[in-house]
């Protein structure tokens, strides 16, 4: 959290608040006449900022933000699998060193980030 106290001029309150989105994690409220330059685990509250980071609400926000995150990014490599497994069914002949061919390989791939992508929905 940055403070910037009253009183203050509305060109010191420009350059607070350059400062802070050169930061790109910090939102400013102003509070009582002062400036603060939050992050979002922050929040003003009875006249101060509290940190809510070991709150078990956060916590389980911050858990379920990571599960969505990893649910994305999921998608996106079975997408790409995808694209890979109709490749791998026009070219057939393909085959890896292991003797298996590429659309074993991936059909592997994508069972493996389904199986996980079940586990977490």
Same mark, same amino acid.
Request: with cysteine; glycine share 4%; charged share 30%.
């Given at each position: 959290?940055?403070? %910037?106290?009253? *009183?203050?001029?509305?060109?010191?309150?420009?350059?607070?608040?350059?400062?802070?989105?050169?930061?790109?994690?910090?939102? +400013?409220?102003?509070?009582?006449?002062?400036? #603060?330059?939050?992050?979002? #685990?922050?929040?003003?509250?009875?006249?101060? !900022?509290?940190?809510?980071?070991?709150? *078990?609400? #956060?916590?389980?926000?911050?858990? $379920?933000?990571?599960?969505?995150?990893? +649910?994305? $990014?999921?998608?996106? $490599? %079975?997408?790409? %699998?995808?694209?890979?497994? +109709?490749?791998? +069914?026009?070219? *057939?002949?393909?085959?890896?060193?292991?003797?298996?061919?590429?659309?074993? #390989?991936?059909? $592997?791939? !994508?069972?493996?980030?389904?199986?996980?992508?079940?586990?977490?929905?």
């Amino acid at each position: 959290m940055k403070l %910037l106290s009253k *009183p203050y001029t509305q060109m010191q309150y420009n350059a607070f608040v350059d400062e802070c989105n050169s930061d790109g994690k910090l939102r +400013i409220e102003r509070h009582n006449g002062n400036a #603060y330059a939050m992050y979002d #685990y922050e929040v003003y509250q009875d006249g101060e !900022v509290i940190d809510l980071r070991n709150t *078990p609400e #956060y916590q389980a926000l911050q858990e $379920e933000t990571a599960r969505q995150e990893r +649910i994305e $990014e999921i998608q996106a $490599e %079975l997408t790409e %699998l995808d694209q890979k497994r +109709i490749r791998a +069914i026009c070219e *057939p002949e393909g085959v890896r060193e292991d003797g298996t061919t590429w659309l074993e #390989y991936y059909n $592997e791939q !994508v069972a493996a980030l389904r199986t996980e992508l079940n586990s977490i929905q």
